[in-house]
């Protein structure tokens, strides 16, 4: 029976959200349009709406998670931008981000078509946004250091590695550990010597 009542922008975003939980149970070959209007109790029609087709709804799915998880490392800058653990607590937001919604991290490193430019030389215009932010903190972190550019370019793939691996494992639901991953990254940022790096 279809018995939802939506506000237009309020449909569309309950119309991504469903459709990324449908990917994440079921894969990505059982969505469409009309499983997704069924889900969220609509009529069929209604996500037309928003979304011309699948792709177009695949492409709105890949934008939403992106605008939410680059406006989290926006803020975790502006709190913390001057404080030397900014790294860390950088760390902490990104696995934060993804514990609350593994389906999150699945669909947008897994399924959609996000394109990252590593290279530190890369325009930020058109790079990965949520990468643009970590890669100029770290920029920012070591540009005291002299390093060359290609050293400079190692430290943010590193790093960006690092984390990624981290919530990947995280958001994994076969792997065991008896700790709090998120807790445990200033153990781990420790392995690497970058506070001692940090203080020099």
């Not at 087709?53 to 913390?80: G, N, P, Q, R």
């Not at 946004?129 to 970590?134: A, D, E, G, S, T």
Request: glycine share 4%; net charge negative; aromatic share 14%.
């Amino acid at each position: 029976m279809l018995n939802k009542s939506y506000h237009h922008n309020n449909l569309k975003k309950e119309l991504i959200e469903k459709g990324i939980e449908i990917i994440s149970e079921h894969g990505l070959e059982k969505l469409s349009l009309r499983r997704v209007a069924l889900e969220c109790g609509v009529s069929h029609s209604a996500p037309y709406s928003h979304f011309k087709d699948k792709d177009e709804l695949l492409s709105a799915m890949k934008e939403y998670i992106t605008d939410k998880f680059a406006e989290t490392l926006e803020e975790t800058v502006k709190e913390h931008g001057e404080d030397k653990d900014i790294l860390l607590y950088l760390g902490r937001a990104y696995v934060k981000f993804f514990l609350e919604k593994p389906q999150y991290f699945s669909f947008l490193y897994g399924m959609s078509d996000i394109n990252i430019n590593l290279s530190i030389a890369s325009s930020d215009e058109f790079n990965y946004k949520p990468y643009v932010i970590y890669k100029n903190v770290v920029l920012g972190l070591f540009k005291g250091f002299n390093y060359s550019q290609e050293k400079m370019e190692d430290l943010v793939i590193t790093l960006w590695a690092f984390i990624y691996g981290i919530t990947s494992i995280a958001t994994m639901k076969n792997v065991k550990y008896d700790k709090n991953l998120e807790d445990k990254l200033s153990d781990f940022f420790q392995v690497f010597n970058f506070e001692r790096s940090l203080k020099c």
